[in-house]
């Protein structure tokens, strides 16, 4: 049976009568990151062991594991953190008992720029994304019984990455737990700050001699740490598509292995602690595809362009979490459907982690019902739904497999362009990535608009509503809370001590000794981040956003 | 030829770095034959003010995602009242809960945006300030 | 005239609502430039120029922040970006790069749309210098749209012009393919930090060499490439190469110190006030022409008009025998 031949009869003869009688919803079908749907995919040139392989094997395209989910859930990992460390630990201790297997700690953003919570910069903001955390005494606190030799931590921190850990290895000490013992994620990429959150503090040359020293004291001290997330979330979320976001996260991966490769590690040392965090958006079959073409970019950039001898270095770990920005502020209620469908994408494109976003998050912090809600979806889709009793179900279906090579053509293309420009740093100092995903997002913007694309209770299907919702009230105290706790611990601890270690950070920051041993001290001898990050700041100097227009 | 182009600020204020909202909406302003002056990220009340004052802006616009809103605002209000310029607009967009809405207008605040808002509506709003100003 | 900085934030308030006007070219801008004209003329004027993507506002910002650290001289800065051709708005986003300066008194920062002009300033940006240098700044620094073409109109306006250039912009040098080398009075590598940055200064000194070699006769010069046993007339100004990387403050007091060179240069030689002659020429023969044009149109019926042109459309005129019989009988 010649198919091509088959398919051309079944346009002409079958197809086209019934477009004729029947038009088509739309001109051309395309998905989200304008890659042609066909009518109907029928399959195409393939190689099987090249393209897909099996579970466990190079590419990995159908799983990092050779039993996934046959062997052990995801993680389900709730992005949690307001307020005050008390507070949070009470959420922290709720979600361990309602099953969620890990913690994932949100920070304030004075704490995410490095300022103490009586800094003026950071007026307004103590305690509203996340929990304030100034010092080692504050996450003592935040951590209050919870092991942290039997849980594992994500910490969504990045430009002071390596004062956090500092801070978090200190803890744990203190609990009598090793750093050896300790499991857990920093997000620690800096680039997708430059390009897309914001959260940046430092220039590029200091911001990667920052995630390079972190990577080699790793290696020996904290070995079951993955130190650094390498995020495409944040790149999504600003409004890139799936291919974008795709490309640059991975662009972001290839300028990180190359400054430790530079920086004088082995590729095989450090590559399997590295790990991803992607978004899950609403075109399922998208989605699904996005994250299979991402695994086997990644396998091929680390075996063919770094050489990695290790199978574990080529493999492609991500953490997902559904899409914020597909959230809506109105009929919140439908937000729990969106974000199933979300969540069930990431499954199927075989996550190690996920975090499903609350119905009410677009509105305000989400409240302990609706998480339960959203951590429910995934249990849900653990145990009832099936899909996580085969590994990786979806592939074979025509479409998808269509879907994953253009998504990795697409986004080798855009990798190839970044090359091109001088890598992901110059490329993001000629501010190309930002203007891409801006384009990308006024795009959407307009097509929302013009109701190209239905939002459905936003430009379709609106109701006049009044929300019932109950909502999170922030106690307005914690600001002053915070600053008063910083004033005790400034007053109590061996200042002169303090002072002697804030000139020696200097000095160091200055030199090329690895930072993380002197920051472990600091935080023993109760420096604070802010005090911390503000010698660094000093010495360092700022970044300074490329101009837009 | 006397064009008398309306002039806008985009701002950040507070420390929030999401700033597709903020982009999306400078964009749209200018496709609306406005001139927009984008200050970038972690803008200070003084720094709003002081730009505000030196580009001789009709309309104030700024961005907030973190729940900082009711401290900043109020303030870049004020602050930026206290240089003389006194007929400037302002809206913010964010998420903003229903009842903080009411705050910020009696704060000063001509319009709040959340989430879904057109850059339609925003457009003819901000035509609509800069004429009363 | 007194230093700015004293300037009251009214003053400030006042100084930005009448450089609107000027920008919407209303009388009461030009009155504005009437009455202040006379006090002008002392700020020293610095056009800063370059490709996109060779740090122009990086590069200004830090500059300003040097001179203001330096000594108490008081600077503005006028930052120009293009304005859309097919809706006339623009976003002005130099500020995103000058975050340093925020809060210092004796600094004065302006964005103008290029509302059309396509020689990297707007129209009006004569006037809105000629009243920050009316209101007392030391020093104005414009930086001009940088869309890499024919931005020649600087060097008409500037007393001392900076082109930027940076390594890393492609194969070529970006300020030779635009044919903007020879308005350079001081030449800026920025981003020296960067690899290729041999590559980019020695393909601009080779083609300064090419420029100023028939003139090399006397001794060294200020600054500029003389290590090759070249010597240069000291009355010959040889605009320098300078190294800079804007992040830091690398190559920045040698760049400060090249400005005062080339203003005392302009000074000593006669150059400042023929330059300020040629320019207000300049100034005074657009101002004619746009008046006189005016002038006409306003006394001319447009049928009238139309009834030549018409014949001009059907070649029974010639354009200028159409403006011979226009200019001659009024009405």
Redesign the interface.
Known sequence: MDLDQEKKRWDETVAKPSVEKFKERKADFLSPSGIPLPRVAVPGEFDYMQQLGFPGEYPFTRGVQPTMFRSRFWTMRQYAGFASAEESNKRYRYLLDQGQTGLSVAFD??T??G?DSDDP?????VG??GVSISSRRDMEVLFDQIPLDKVSTSMTINAPAAVLLAMYIAVGKKQGVESKQLRGTIQNDILK?YVA????IF?PKPSLRLITDIFKYCETEVPNWNTISISGYHIR???STAVQEVAFTIADAIAYVQAAIDSGQQVDQFASQLSFFFAAHNDFLEEIAKFRAARRIWAQIMRDRFGAKDPKSWMLRFHTQTGG?T????QPENNVVRVAIQAMAAIMGGTQSLHTNSMDE????PTEKSVRTALRTQQIIAYESGVADTIDPMAGSYVIEYLTDEICKRAMEYITRIDDL?GAL?AIE?GYMQNEI?DS??KF?KEV?SKQNV?VG??SFQVEEK?DLE?LK?DPAIEKNQVSKLAELRKNRDNAKANELMAQLDAAARGTDNLMPLLVTCMENDLTLGEVCGVLRKTW?EY?????? | MTDRKIRVLIAKPGLDGHDRGAKVIARALRDAGMEVIYTGLRQTPEMIAEAAVQENVDVIGMSILSGAHLVLVPKVIDTVRKTGLTEVGFFVGGIIPEEDVAVLKVAGVNAVYGPGTSTVTVIEDVKSFAHAA | MKSLEVLSAAGKLALSRLISEVENETSAGRTALDECFSRSGKAHLIGVTGAPGTGKSSLVNRLAQLIRREGNQTVAIVAIDPSSPFTGGAILGDRVRMRDLSGDPGVFIRSMASRGELGGLARTTAGVVQLLDAAGYDLILIETVGAGQSEVDIARLAHTTIVVESPGMGDDIQAIKAGILEIADILVVNKADRPGIENTERALRANLELGYSHRVTGKAGHGGFTEENKVVDAEEWVPPVIKTIATEESGFPELIKAIVEHRSYLQKTGLLAQREHERLTDEFDHILRHTLVQNWKAQTSDEHVQQIMDAVYKRKRSPANAVEELTRTSN
């Open positions: 953003l004075p995410q720029i300022y910069m950071s007026l307004g903001e509203k994304v700050e959150r914001g959260t940046y220039p979320e600003a409004g920005s959230l809506t502020a109105q677009a509105l305000w912090l001088g110059s000629k801006q997002a006024y913007q608009e939002v936003v430009n929300r909502r922030m100097g300074q956003p490329p101009v837009w227009g």
